[in-house]
């Protein structure tokens, strides 16, 4: 167990329809780093937060947004869905200390149908 | 650019052998940390080894090690004794300092790892 929450686990929706994804970072941690990841691919950077405060940007759609609340938990916004969002989502939380490593949640799995 | 690559999409190994997975890495930071994660069918992210760039020494963690050339911007994973357990998609991923002050994780693409009985 990592300690870090992901919820809902499984989500099937309908092209067109928004959802949104939740993470309860690990215990004192700061960061949270959203990936994505389709069917036997890599790891894609979507975005990254600190104590609040958008930090980094990677290939995050438009439609996706992100937000990082005082309590440190943090949502993931996917909206007009498309087929191709089809994927898991990953939440991460870090630390921060000098090479620390990211605790990955179980991941949300997203079918777009 | 700041990379991470690892040029075999699939490897295959024989129980109780020895495989390595290969990855190198593109960054003009000197101060960065280098890790190998394990993606098991069950998709949970697993962390299996760090390395500190300004470390010498080669991390291990029981049967697993790396082989860190740091001029060569190298780091590869041995898996020593290999177990039917080990079987999973492997990522390396380097962390660096970002501009913003916190730290920037790139991952590779994965190498997908058979363990044949």
């Known amino acids: 167990d990592s300690g870090v929450t992901q919820t809902p686990k499984h989500l099937i929706t309908a092209t067109g329809q928004r959802v949104t994804l939740r993470c309860s970072p690990r215990s004192g941690d700061l960061s949270v780093y959203w990936y994505q990841q389709s069917l036997d691919q890599g790891l894609q950077f979507l975005i990254h937060y600190y104590n609040g405060e958008e930090r980094a940007k990677g290939n995050i759609l438009e439609r996706f947004s992100a937000q990082q609340f005082p309590d440190l938990h943090s949502e993931l916004n996917l909206s007009s869905l498309e087929l191709g969002d089809s994927a898991l989502y990953f939440c991460?939380?870090?630390?921060?200390?000098?090479?620390?490593?990211?605790?990955f949640g179980e991941g949300s799995r997203l079918t777009v149908l | 650019a700041q990379t991470v690559t690892q040029s075999q999409p699939e490897m295959s190994v024989q129980e109780a052998e020895t495989v390595t997975l290969s990855c190198t890495y593109d960054t003009s930071e000197s101060d960065y940390y280098l890790f190998w994660y394990k993606q098991p069918p069950s998709r949970q992210m697993i962390l299996v080894i760090r390395q500190e760039a300004y470390k010498q020494q080669n991390a291990t963690e029981n049967r697993f090690s790396v082989n860190f050339q740091k001029a060569a911007k190298s780091f590869s994973l041995k898996i020593s004794d290999s177990q039917l357990g080990d079987a999973a998609m492997y990522f390396c991923a380097c962390a660096m300092l970002g501009t913003s002050g916190t730290y920037k994780y790139i991952f590779g693409t994965g190498t997908r790892l058979k363990v044949l009985a």
């Open positions: 991460a939380s870090s630390p921060e200390r000098v090479g620390g490593e990211l605790f």
